[in-house]
């Protein structure tokens, strides 16, 4: 089967390429850097890593890729669900710099990879997931659409949760500069909502071009870190 990419798909390749690297560029400077400590330095690395390769193949799965090798709609998903528990644990350490947070919540995003093997091992699992995300079909398995249901609300919870932690702890914080960096991390919150929105979502109520926008979505985190 053959690809034929338009100049906009090109476009929007090199743009997503331009955005992984970006992201990864400041994985490798969090992980580094002075200025974050504990768990807080390796969560702001795995984020930015996870959302980095979900950028990446989501963007070249939408161009036409899905359909050359399909079991690539599952690359994404048996990663992502460990962006939310770890953007969690980040923001706990931030809000509580000395509080011990367990990186135990990792262990739910295991969801997304029972998914994926899910998929992978059922005979046309990855073909009937592409079909559903090129709009060729409106029905996919029940194990499928839940288990994803599942994962999505999952990771969901966690973008409120964070929420939660951030905004108590601005509303008790006194020191300016404090509430300077809690007010930047609330902008990040605010972009999570919409990479869950725009690549669990919508798909989930078929609106699956949605996932197009991905990338683009995840470039105010770039700034915002």
């Known amino acids: 089967m053959d690809i034929t990419l338009s100049i906009t798909d090109l476009w929007s390749l090199a743009l997503a390429c331009a955005i992984s ?7 490798i400077w969090g992980f580094q850097s002075d200025q974050l400590k504990g768990a807080a330095k ?16 989501l963007s070249f799965g939408h161009a036409g890729f899905w359909e050359l090798y399909p079991p690539l709609i599952v690359a994404s998903p048996m990663v992502s669900g460990f962006a939310p528990p770890a953007f969690f644990i980040f923001c706990a350490s931030v809000t509580s710099p000395n509080t011990k947070w367990s990186r135990k919540w990792l262990i739910t ?8 093997i899910c998929v992978l091992m059922t005979d046309g699992g990855p073909e009937q997931i592409v079909a559903f995300a090129t709009h060729k079909t409106e029905h996919i398995d029940p194990l499928f659409y839940w288990l994803f249901t599942i994962h ?42 919409l990479l869950i929105l725009s690549g669990n979502i919508l798909p989930l109520l ?11 979505v995840t470039l105010p985190m770039t700034f915002l870190a």
């Open 21 to 27: 690297t970006s992201h990864l560029w400041l994985a």
């Open 42 to 57: 390796g969560m702001f690395s795995l984020t930015l890593i996870i959302m980095a390769w979900s950028v990446f193949v």
């Open 109 to 116: 995003g295991l969801l997304g990879i029972i998914y994926s």
């Open 152 to 193: 999505s609300i999952i990771l969901v919870l966690y973008i409120i949760a964070s929420t939660v932690l951030v905004v108590k702890a601005y509303w008790t914080t006194k020191t300016l500069a404090r509430k300077q960096t809690l007010k930047w991390l609330f902008l990040a919150i605010l972009v999570g909502y």
């Open 206 to 216: 078929g609106f699956t071009k949605s996932i197009s926008a991905h990338a683009l």
